[in-house]
């Protein structure tokens, strides 16, 4: 025993206009228009429209940032600025998208690197060439090679 056809004015029965290669009526045409605006207001869209609401609501404080004498902003304040500024996207990210909050995550760790190396506290070697780290570790050998001589 068949199933029954569906209804005109529904998608199925728009479908089946197409798959008939026959006229498509207005009802069925609506059917899939209202289809399609349901299908793009996905939640993957309403999550992304939420967000964006929410950052426009956001009030924005903007606190002045420490000058030099000169009257120019340090690249250190500004790294220090960008961290809070990233831990409070990350916040917000972490409960309405995660997937967005891994690449808010890692941004953040580029300017804690970078800030690190601002420092002093990390061992960085951007900038310098293969030749110099060689030297380096050339000169620390015969260093301990000469305290080793020296102690025996």
């Known amino acids: 025993m068949a199933r029954p056809k569906a209804p005109c ?3 199925a029965a728009y479908r089946r206009h197409l798959r008939e290669k026959s006229p498509v009526c207005d009802a069925c045409r609506d059917a899939k228009r209202a289809n399609s605006r349901e299908r793009s207001n996905s939640a993957e869209v309403r ?3 939420q967000v964006a609401r929410e950052a426009e609501k956001a009030p924005v404080v903007v606190e002045p940032v420490p000058t030099t004498p000169e009257g120019h902003v340090s690249r250190l304040e500004t790294l220090r600025e960008m961290l809070e500024q990233s831990r409070s996207v990350v916040a917000a990210l972490t409960t309405s998208d995660p997937t967005r909050a891994y690449l808010a995550l ?3 760790r580029e300017i804690l690197r970078e800030i690190s190396e ?3 506290n990390g061992q960085s070697t951007k ?3 293969l030749e110099d780290q060689l ?3 050339r000169a620390e050998r015969e260093q301990r090679e ?3 001589a020296a102690g025996a």
């Open 118 to 120: 601002i420092q002093g």
């Open 135 to 137: 030297a380096a570790a």
């Open 106 to 108: 890692r941004e953040q």
């Open 127 to 129: 900038g310098v060439t």
């Open 146 to 148: 000469a305290a080793r």
């Open 9 to 11: 004015g529904t998608y």
């Open 47 to 49: 999550r992304e429209k």
